[in-house]
C-alpha cells in the first residue's frame, strides 16, 4: 500500500507531520482577554441600568475589566504578527513511496496447470538451449523419443538433477512416497538405467553427445525449472558474443506432496525474474558432476564444456549418480 514519505520518516525518527507542526508558530488561546472584556462590559452596563450610588463600584470594575482585557487583546494581536514576519520554511509537498513491481513488470505470462519436458520441448526452436532443473523427472525414461529429436533438431539441453545418494532426494522421496511408491533404491536403479540408455544412444548417434549433458548435484533441491535460451536465428553460426544468452520463456514450479510435471508451473518472460532464474541454474550448474557424455572434454564436440566440471567417472564405476 502507498504510504506518504512524511508518514514513513515519522515512524522512523519521529519528525514528519509532527516536525513540521513545531514548524508553524501556535497561537495562544484568546478565552482569558474575551472573558475579561465580556465580564467588564457586563458590569458597565449593570451600572448605568441601576442608577444608584452604589453602581459606581460596579462601573469602576468594569472598567478595569474592560481596560485588561483590551490590553490583552492588544498584546496577542502584537505577538502574532512579530511571529509572523519572519521566514516560514515552505513544506515540500508528500513524496509517494513506488510500489512493488507489477506481475507484468517482473515478465510474469501465466500459469500452467501441468508441464514436462515433452510440452516444454514443442516450444524449443532449433538453435535454442533447454535447461531443466528437477530432483530426478520420473518420466524422463519415456521422454527419451521426444527429447531425442529435439537433440537432432539442432536443440540443446542441459539436465540437472539430484544425485540419487543424496541426502535431500532421499527426504524428497519420502514427501511423494504415498503417491508414486518409490524408494531411494527404485530411483538409484531407475537412475542407472536411464545413464545406460543414454550412452546406448550416444553410440548410435554422436548428436546425443554433443547437444545433451546431463549432471548431477548434492545440494538442496532448490525448485523445478525450464529455462529457454538462445535465439533461433543463430542456430548455424557460433555466436561471437561471450555473453550467456538471454532468456526466452521460463517456467518454475514448486515442490509439494506430488512429483514436479504433476505441479503447476508459472511461466515466465524475459524480465528481471527470468533473469534471477537463470543466474541461479548457472550457479547450480557449476557445482555439478556431469554423468553424461562420458567423453573426455577433448573429444566431445559438445558446447557444453565452457566450465571444465569435475572428472567424469568411467562406465566400468557406474557413473550414474552414485
Not at 540419487?164 to 542407472?192: T, V
Amino acid at each position: 500500500m502507498l504510504e506518504t514519505r512524511s508518514a514513513a520518516q515519522d515512524r522512523a525518527t519521529g519528525d514528519g507531520w509532527r516536525g513540521a507542526a513545531r514548524t508553524a508558530p501556535r497561537r495562544r488561546p484568546l478565552t482569558a482577554p474575551v472573558v475579561l472584556v465580556g465580564l467588564g462590559a457586563v458590569l458597565v452596563v449593570v451600572a448605568l441600568a441601576a442608577g444608584r450610588a452604589g453602581s459606581e463600584l460596579l462601573l469602576d470594575a468594569g472598567a478595569v475589566l474592560l481596560t485588561v482585557g483590551g490590553v490583552g487583546l492588544l498584546l496577542d494581536a502584537g505577538l502574532a504578527r512579530w511571529r509572523g514576519a519572519g521566514p516560514v520554511e515552505a513544506q515540500p509537498p508528500p513524496v509517494l513511496v513506488p510500489s512493488a513491481p507489477r506481475d507484468d513488470r517482473l515478465g510474469l505470462v501465466g500459469v500452467r496447470e501441468e508441464l514436462d519436458a515433452v510440452d516444454v520441448l514443442r516450444g524449443v526452436l532449433p538453435g535454442q538451449e533447454l535447461w531443466w532443473m528437477d530432483t530426478f523427472p520420473l518420466t524422463l525414461a519415456g521422454d527419451l523419443d521426444a527429447i531425442h529429436k529435439a537433440l537432432g533438431a539442432g536443440v540443446r539441453v542441459r539436465l540437472l538433477v539430484l544425485d540419487p545418494k543424496s541426502p535431500a532426494l532421499a527426504s524428497r522421496l519420502r514427501e511423494i512416497r504415498h503417491h508414486y511408491g518409490l524408494s531411494p533404491m527404485d530411483l538409484r536403479r531407475s537412475f542407472d538405467t536411464l545413464v545406460h540408455q543414454l550412452r546406448a544412444l550416444g553410440e548410435l548417434d554422436p548428436v546425443v553427445a554433443e547437444r545433451l549433458e546431463v549432471r548431477v548435484h548434492d545440494g538442496p533441491p532448490g525448485a523445478p525449472i525450464y529455462l529457454v535460451l538462445g535465439d533461433p536465428a543463430a542456430a548455424e553460426e557460433p555466436a561471437a558474443d561471450p555473453r550467456p544468452p538471454e532468456v526466452v520463456r521460463a517456467f518454475s514450479s514448486y515442490f509439494l506432496l506430488d512429483a514436479s510435471q504433476d505441479m503447476p508451473y508459472l511461466e515466465w518472460r524475459d524480465g528481471p525474474f527470468a533473469d534471477r532464474l537463470h543466474a541461479y541454474a548457472r550457479h547450480k550448474w557449476a557445482e555439478g558432476r556431469t554423468v553424461f557424455p562420458t567423453e573426455p572434454p577433448e573429444r566431445s564436440a559438445s558446447a557444453f564444456n565452457v566450465r571444465p566440471g569435475p572428472a567424469p567417472r568411467t562406465p566400468g564405476r557406474g557413473a550414474a549418480g552414485s
